[in-house]
T-cell receptor, first 116, second 112 residues
Framework: AQSVTQPDIHITVSEGASLELRCNYS??????LFWYVQSPGQGLQLLLK??????LVQGIKGFEAEFKRSQSSFNLRKPSVHWSDAAEYFC??????????????FGAGTQVVVTP | SQTIHQWPATLVQPVGSPLSLECTVE??????LYWYRQAAGRGLQLLFY??????ISSEVPQNLSASRPQDRQFILSSKKLLLSDSGFYLC???????????FGSGTRLTVV
């Protein structure tokens, strides 16, 4: 069965500092990986996705993520955070097997607080 | 362009009352459709998904049901709400396995 772990429930970062959010997955085949962001009271917005190819993926809002198969990780990074990056971030994994087609498994989320 | 609409945005319902949340998608055909629930401080729980009209798969046993009467319409229902049904409900669609989900803006349901 597929699963996603986001070890950090809550992260506080200063504006202008770098940010890294961790995501570890468990999946028996080639995973499709996603990062989403959710502002309070809103739906989720897709930041970036990985299917194959270059393991460093660029997304919107200056975010990037690196797929490391050996570590089963897909960590999200941003070199310099802005106050508007304060939100909750979700990692998700999906695949192409019969059981998983079309379904994404989400992590529990990481709440990011940005301080002045 | 593709869009997804979800309503109402907020809803306060008494215990034992019925529920109907609607989700519609525009600009695409034969999408996969999903209902998720997000309880306070918790992640997203997949409730139902549908790969076509009239085709509904339930992920967890619960007090809720879903229907897909039209290709781009997905409805979440309950005959009698429980306090535990409170939460933030999100509808999403997916157009092909190469794409992630596109989410609606959600419905905040409070059962009192």
């Amino acid at each position: 069965a597929q699963s996603v772990t986001q070890p950090d429930i809550h992260i506080t970062v200063s504006e202008g500092a770098s940010l890294e959010l961790r995501c570890n997955y468990s999946y028996g085949a080639t995973p499709y990986l996603f990062w989403y962001v959710q502002s309070p009271g809103q739906g989720l917005q897709l930041l970036l996705k990985y299917f194959s190819g270059d393991t460093l993926v660029q997304g919107i809002k200056g975010f990037e993520a690196e797929f490391k198969r050996s570590q089963s990780s897909f960590n999200l990074r941003k070199p310099s955070v802005h106050w508007s990056d304060a939100a909750e971030y979700f990692c998700a994994v999906g695949g192409m097997t019969t059981d998983s087609w079309g379904k994404l498994q989400f992590g529990a989320g990481t709440q990011v607080v940005v301080t002045p | 362009s593709q869009t997804i609409h979800q309503w109402p945005a907020t809803l306060v319902q008494p215990v034992g009352s019925p529920l109907s949340l609607e989700c519609t998608v525009e600009g695409t055909s034969n999408p996969n459709l999903y209902w998720y629930r997000q309880a306070a401080g918790r992640g997203l729980q997949l409730l139902f998904y549908s790969v076509g009209i009239g085709q509904i798969s339930s992920e967890v046993p619960q007090n809720l049901s879903a229907s897909r009467p039209q290709d781009r319409q997905f409805i979440l229902s309950s005959k009698k709400l429980l306090l535990s049904d409170s939460g933030f409900y999100l509808c999403a669609y997916r157009q092909g396995p190469w794409n992630g989900y596109t989410f609606g803006s959600g419905t905040r349901l409070t059962v009192v």
